[in-house]
């Protein structure tokens, strides 16, 4: 189980704790190869329910970001990565969702200046702005993750919805 956030520069792990019912016979923590906090929890018999609570207690403050947080070759829109890492960066970089109408990319060029280079972090606190002012979140239990063109169309979706909505619309960026 993937139960707590890792740590990061704006985020620290205080407390967390795990119940269960009915109780596992063992529970094990581990650290998988990303850094993730993975919990596995080995149960004796069958139940007809289980119930896992998790309790976090999370200290955040917010970044303070300037040009200086992205490298040089990238502050200025549109930039190209270097040839060597393309290799690592492909999967990333390539649109994973279908684009209907071409939506979501034209939502993402609207996020660009047309008076020249625009700077690639102002452009990102834009579109997470503007995804915060046009989108209203609504809680989702389903698994899955509605299309991005969805998300921009509905006006609505969940934290994930949202997140992949941004990652897509940066991927139209390259």
């Known amino acids: 189980m993937l139960m707590r956030p890792r740590d990061s520069p704006?985020?620290?792990?205080?407390?967390?704790?795990?119940?269960?019912?009915?109780?596992?016979?063992?529970?094990r923590w581990s650290q998988d190869v990303f850094g993730n906090a993975v919990a596995t929890a080995r149960f004796q018999g069958r139940a007809t329910a289980l119930t896992v609570i998790s309790t976090l207690q999370i200290e955040h403050e917010a970044l303070t970001l300037d040009d200086d947080a992205v490298e040089q070759f990238a502050r200025l829109m549109p930039f190209s990565y270097d040839p060597d890492d393309m290799p690592d960066l492909q999967r990333s970089i390539e649109?994973?969702?279908?684009?209907?109408?071409?939506?979501?990319a034209a939502w993402a060029r609207s996020l660009?200046?047309?008076?020249?280079?625009?700077?690639?972090?102002?452009?990102?606190?834009?579109?997470?702005?503007r995804i915060y002012?046009?989108?209203?979140?609504?809680?989702?239990p389903e698994p899955g993750i509605q299309a991005p063109h969805e998300t921009l169309r509905l006006g609505t979706g969940t934290c994930r919805d949202f997140a992949v909505l941004m990652m897509e619309a940066a991927r139209c960026h390259g």
């Open 10 to 27: 704006d985020q620290r792990h205080i407390a967390s704790s795990l119940a269960f019912n009915p109780p596992p016979a063992a529970l």
């Open 95 to 104: 649109r994973h969702y279908a684009d209907p109408g071409h939506t979501v």
């Open 112 to 129: 660009l200046r047309t008076d020249g280079p625009a700077s690639t972090l102002a452009m990102l606190t834009d579109m997470t702005r």
């Open 133 to 140: 002012r046009q989108g209203t979140y609504v809680s989702r």
